[in-house]
């Protein structure tokens, strides 16, 4: 017998840009068991954003206090910005036997993994660089001031993919959400 996994959860991993919003929303809306936790930043709001989708954004000193309050499971500074998981949001999910499933940075899974040691990772991968710059463009609207800045940054993320539980290379969404689904669906069995 298989045993269950005392806090479900799927973290989703992978350079800015490569498509883990995506995947994760399109798995909210697929998987009524599944609970997408909605993250705290400081980062200035993108053009198609609204508060609590695809963030809470708050100041930096709101932030500061719900870090010296014990509001966050884990935070980090990336790209110069705030993100901070809540305590409250997963364990609400779990009280209600949903699995959590989040978009996180490479910091905040490994520190989401040394208190949820039991947790799903998965690294969503661009095709190759130069892809993963067009997309940034893209969805920025131009070249953003930190490109450079964040297309090294994906590159040293992107050499801790093989640390993963999976690793899925986003060439083609349809195709790639299709693995995706089939992960999901294995954590849900699993609960």
Same mark, same amino acid.
Request: charged share 30%; with cysteine; aromatic share 8%.
């Given at each position: 017998?298989?045993?269950?996994?005392?806090h479900?959860? @799927? /973290?989703?991993? =992978?350079?800015s =840009?490569?498509?883990?919003?995506?995947?994760?929303?399109? %798995?909210?809306?697929?998987?009524?068991?599944? #609970?997408?936790? #909605?993250?705290?930043?400081?980062?200035?709001?993108?053009?198609? +954003?609204?508060? =609590?989708?695809?963030?809470?954004?708050?100041?930096?000193?709101?932030?500061?206090?719900?870090?010296?309050?014990?509001?966050? #499971?884990?935070?980090?500074?990336?790209?110069?910005?705030?993100?901070?998981?809540?305590?409250?949001?997963? +364990?609400?999910?779990? %009280?209600?036997?949903?699995?959590?499933?989040?978009?996180?940075?490479?910091?905040?899974?490994?520190?989401?993994?040394e208190?949820?040691?039991?947790?799903?990772?998965?690294? *969503? /991968?661009?095709?190759? @660089?130069?892809?993963?710059?067009?997309?940034?463009?893209?969805?920025?609207? =131009?070249?953003?001031?930190?490109?450079?800045?964040?297309? &090294?940054?994906?590159? *040293?993320?992107?050499? +801790?993919?093989?640390?993963?539980?999976?690793?899925? #290379?986003?060439?083609?969404?349809?195709?790639?959400?299709?693995?995706?689904? &089939? @992960?999901?669906?294995?954590?849900? &069995?699993?609960?």
């Amino acid at each position: 017998m298989t045993s269950k996994v005392m806090h479900p959860m @799927i /973290l989703v991993a =992978g350079p800015s =840009g490569a498509g883990k919003s995506s995947f994760v929303d399109q %798995a909210v809306t697929d998987f009524s068991e599944l #609970v997408d936790i #909605v993250t705290n930043t400081t980062r200035p709001m993108r053009a198609g +954003e609204s508060q =609590g989708h695809p963030y809470h954004f708050v100041s930096k000193e709101m932030f500061r206090q719900r870090i010296d309050a014990g509001h966050f #499971v884990e935070w980090a500074e990336v790209h110069g910005n705030l993100y901070g998981t809540p305590r409250d949001q997963m +364990e609400k999910a779990w %009280a209600e036997g949903k699995v959590v499933i989040m978009d996180v940075d490479v910091q905040g899974v490994r520190t989401l993994r040394e208190h949820f040691p039991d947790c799903t990772t998965v690294f *969503i /991968l661009p095709p190759d @660089i130069n892809e993963l710059r067009q997309r940034v463009r893209k969805r920025d609207g =131009g070249a953003p001031a930190d490109l450079d800045v964040r297309m &090294k940054n994906a590159e *040293i993320e992107m050499k +801790e993919a093989s640390d993963y539980d999976f690793q899925l #290379v986003n060439d083609d969404f349809s195709k790639t959400y299709t693995q995706f689904k &089939k @992960i999901v669906d294995g954590v849900i &069995k699993s609960r």
